[in-house]
Antibody, heavy 118, light 110 residues
Framework: EVQLVESGGGLVQPGGSLRLSCAAS????????MAWVRQAPGKGLEWVSV???????KYADSVRGRFTISRHNSQNTLLLQMNSLRPEDTAVYYC????????????WGQGTLVTVSS | QSALTQPASVSGSPGQSITISCTGT?????????VSWYQQHPGKVPKVMIY???NRPSGVPDRFSGSKSGNTASLTISGLQAEDEADYYC??????????FGTGTKVTVL
């Protein structure tokens, strides 16, 4: 069964850092395109970052220069390093797989809540 | 990258058909057939309903259909059912090799 499980969310002060992890099972993270999507409380979905082959990655304007997406291939895990966090980064963060055939997000994790507040 | 534009809400009675529009630009919807649609029930994880403009993943009812004309994509739900009440988001690949979501549409079944 294809599954994604996020961890690492929590409460952090403005300016702080947090690293999210997304453990995959049923497929190999290094062989698929992966993404992070977030949803602020009561708001819509927002693409945060997508990683293609190797280290080829793209970021939303709102997080570029502060967030870094990467893979930990030996642990079959997707990562999101978040630095210089702002209150507006408060959201549920989902990791998701971009299906090779569909090029759509065909598998999602359950999400992890990040709260940036003093 | 600006969010794609969707109506905030659409409603219909059971059995009716509704259509949700998703308007982008020539740098996203108008330039690629990589438009997908997601359904999200309250407190739940989004689920892909349509990919590549008009294709349905296995298990998605055929009352869901998608199309595109120019810079606007559309999702049609025919034979509306109570369980279709949810938020719907479109998404498109863009010319900067990234993706963008729509603003989201709340579908209400009257």
């Amino acid at each position: 069964e294809v599954q994604l499980v996020e961890s690492g969310g929590g409460l952090v002060q403005p300016g702080g850092s947090l690293r999210l992890s997304c453990a995959a099972s049923g497929f190999v993270v290094s062989s698929d395109y992966m993404a992070w999507v977030r949803q602020a409380p009561g708001k819509g979905l927002e693409w945060v970052s997508v990683i293609y082959g190797g280290d080829n990655a793209k970021y939303a304007d709102s997080v570029r220069g502060r967030f870094t997406i990467s893979r930990h291939n030996s642990q079959n895990t997707l990562l999101l390093q978040m630095n210089s966090l702002r209150p507006e980064d408060t959201a549920v963060y989902y990791c998701a797989r971009l299906g090779a055939v569909t090029m759509a997000l065909d598998c999602w994790g359950q999400g992890t809540l990040v709260t940036v507040s003093s | 990258q600006s969010a794609l534009t969707q109506p905030a809400s659409v409603s219909g009675s059971p059995g009716q058909s509704i259509t949700i529009s998703c308007t982008g630009t020539s740098t996203d919807v108008g330039n690629y057939n990589l438009v997908s649609w997601y359904q999200q029930h309250p407190g739940k994880v989004p689920k892909v309903m349509i990919y590549e403009v008009s294709n349905r993943p296995s298990g998605v009812p055929d009352r869901f259909s998608g199309s595109k004309s120019g810079n606007t994509a559309s999702l049609t739900i025919s034979g509306l059912q109570a369980e279709d009440e949810a938020d719907y988001y479109c998404s498109s690949y863009t010319t900067i090799s990234s993706y963008v979501f729509g603003t989201g549409t709340k579908v209400t079944v009257l």
